[in-house]
């Protein structure tokens, strides 16, 4: 097979994870709490997209909640919505723990994805931008020019995360009974997704406190020994990473399909997080053998994340 085509083919299946459109979208219906959705949520920095917002039973009241911002929202709360008849099982999961005191009171905040934006979307931006003309080169010779140029065209995810800490963040907090403070706002996402909680908890260290990461995409692209983006997210993330005092980091990987490609990239990053004094009070590496790259998986173990993340 050509590398361009192997290329194509990895890619939009990955890409294609989680990806749907926000036209036609039904409601999700979930089996706790309730959701509120805020359509088209428009954006001066992205396009716009649905935003859905679990809440627990008995809100509201006079308590104030944590935030939990997830992206691809769209597969969060229902299989009966999804395209791949599939969720996280997010309500459920997260009242059973709230129900049995194991975890903070929150809301959750389901970001779509905007399709065939995913991608650049979620990508890290400053880790591309600082590539060397010798590494673009690497990866025009696996991509081709045109899909290289192509994506370095449509790159925004920093214009993404300014939707989120600028326009999104501000509307929950004024719209829900929310502790809009560091330690109660974290963000979480699986593959790409994340990818760009990596990197927002990188950008906005002051904003959020915790990022859950399931099964990252270390490779960006498609994965080949050439490859420079994997060191790219290394070596910001050495430069970048929050003290370990006020953040927290959760970073997980199965080991089939997709998911079978990423341990030697997270030993690296396990070194950076080992540098900058990173222990398992703030920092949690796991891996799942047999779990594979999908939303049956991550529903598994979100559990852990949740109690990680937002345990008491």
Request: charged letters at 25%; one cysteine or more; a negative charge.
């Amino acid at each position: 097979m050509r590398q361009d085509v192997f290329y194509y083919l990895i890619t939009l299946a990955f890409c294609l994870s989680g990806m749907q459109g926000c036209a036609g979208q039904k409601m999700p219906s979930p089996s706790s709490g309730e959701i509120y959705r805020h359509a088209d949520f428009p954006s001066r920095y992205v396009s716009n997209r649905n935003v859905d917002v679990w809440v627990p039973e008995g809100y509201p009241d006079d308590e104030s909640y944590a935030v939990l911002y997830m992206h691809d929202g769209q597969n969060l709360f229902d299989s009966a919505v999804t395209w791949n008849k599939q969720e996280w099982m997010v309500d459920e999961t997260a009242s059973r723990l709230t129900k049995n005191g194991q975890v903070k009171r929150m809301i959750i905040v389901g970001i779509f994805n905007n399709g065939e934006m995913r991608h650049p979307e979620y990508f890290p931006e400053k880790p591309f931008r600082n590539l060397e003309e010798s590494e673009l080169a690497s990866l025009e010779s696996n991509m081709g020019k045109e899909d290289l140029d192509q994506f370095r065209n449509t790159l925004c995810s920093d214009q993404y995360l300014r939707f989120i800490v600028e326009e999104l963040k501000p509307f929950i907090d004024s719209t829900y009974n929310t502790k809009s403070d560091r330690s109660n706002t974290c963000i979480a996402g699986s593959s790409m997704g994340g990818l760009i909680s990596m990197y927002t908890l990188c950008e906005y260290p002051d904003v959020f406190s915790a990022a859950g990461c399931l099964s990252t995409h270390w490779p960006g692209f498609g994965d080949y020994p050439e490859n420079p983006v994997p060191d790219a997210f290394v070596q910001y993330l050495d430069k970048h990473l929050p003290p370990p005092l006020d953040h927290r980091i959760w970073f997980d990987h199965g080991t089939e399909k997709l998911d079978a490609s990423y341990a030697p990239y997270q030993v690296k990053v396990d070194e950076v997080m080992h540098k900058h004094g990173y222990s398992t009070k703030n920092w949690i590496t796991k891996t799942y053998p047999g779990e594979d790259h999908s939303e049956r998986a991550w529903q598994k173990r979100f559990d852990e994340v949740l109690l990680f993340l937002a345990g008491r």
